[in-house]
């Protein structure tokens, strides 16, 4: 009997500690440095895989870098990743499936997937709230906004750039009179 638990705990353990490595990924880190300082995000690869491999798609890529957070609303949130400072849309890969029923929320510091009014139309532009958005979350008949990482150091910075005078540009609303520049979005290492 023994020599049968053996065996079947030689032959389960490779497939077990596999699948204990795949489901135990590391929630990724990646650094936004910005024209106002820096802000570094978890991305929860856990409750949203498709948005994070998405985004760092779009930050591997070197998509991000020179981009600017082109809509800045005071008490809401900041949003960017598809424009550059000209105003000139970037453009973007296909779009992905909407997963705001990952049952995380739209509260302060979170930061989620920007879209159209197609629940599955987002692609490279996120948005980072400001404070509890919770009017943006899946509901019964609502689909929502994906949240897929937070903000763990820099608020102040988002909190700073939503202070930003903003004016209209090209039919764009809230774009900050001088541009808030994405320098570049890095991973962060795991040492």
């Known amino acids: 009997m023994l020599r049968l638990l053996t065996l079947a705990?030689?032959?389960?353990?490779?497939?077990?500690?596999?699948?204990?490595?795949?489901?135990?990924?590391?929630?990724?880190?990646?650094?936004?440095?910005?024209?106002?300082g820096q802000i570094t995000l978890r991305l929860f690869?856990?409750?949203?895989?498709?948005?994070?491999?998405?985004?760092?798609?779009?930050?591997?890529s070197g998509h991000y870098n020179g981009t600017i957070f082109h809509r800045v609303i005071p008490g809401f949130m900041i949003q960017g990743g598809g424009f550059l400072p000209d105003m000139t849309?970037?453009?973007a890969r296909d779009p992905i499936v909407n997963e705001s029923r990952n049952r995380l929320h739209n509260v302060r510091?979170?930061?989620?997937m920007a879209r159209t009014s197609d629940p599955d139309s987002a692609a490279a532009q996120f948005f980072i709230n400001q404070r509890s958005n919770l009017q943006l979350d899946w509901a019964p008949g609502q689909p929502g906004y994906a949240?897929?990482?937070?903000?763990?150091?820099?608020?102040?910075?988002?909190?700073?750039?939503t202070s930003s005078p903003v004016q209209t540009v090209?039919?764009?609303?809230?774009?900050?009179?001088?541009?808030?520049i994405i320098q570049e979005i890095t991973r962060k290492s795991l040492l």
């Open 9 to 36: 705990l030689m032959i389960l353990l490779p497939f077990a500690t596999t699948q204990a490595q795949e489901s135990g990924l590391p929630n990724p880190q990646v650094v936004i440095k910005t024209s106002e």
């Open 45 to 60: 690869r856990d409750k949203a895989p498709v948005s994070v491999a998405n985004f760092l798609a779009y930050v591997e």
């Open 89 to 91: 849309e970037k453009p």
């Open 109 to 112: 510091g979170t930061v989620a």
């Open 147 to 161: 949240v897929f990482g937070e903000v763990t150091d820099g608020m102040s910075v988002v909190d700073y750039i």
């Open 170 to 180: 090209n039919g764009h609303s809230d774009v900050p009179t001088e541009p808030v």
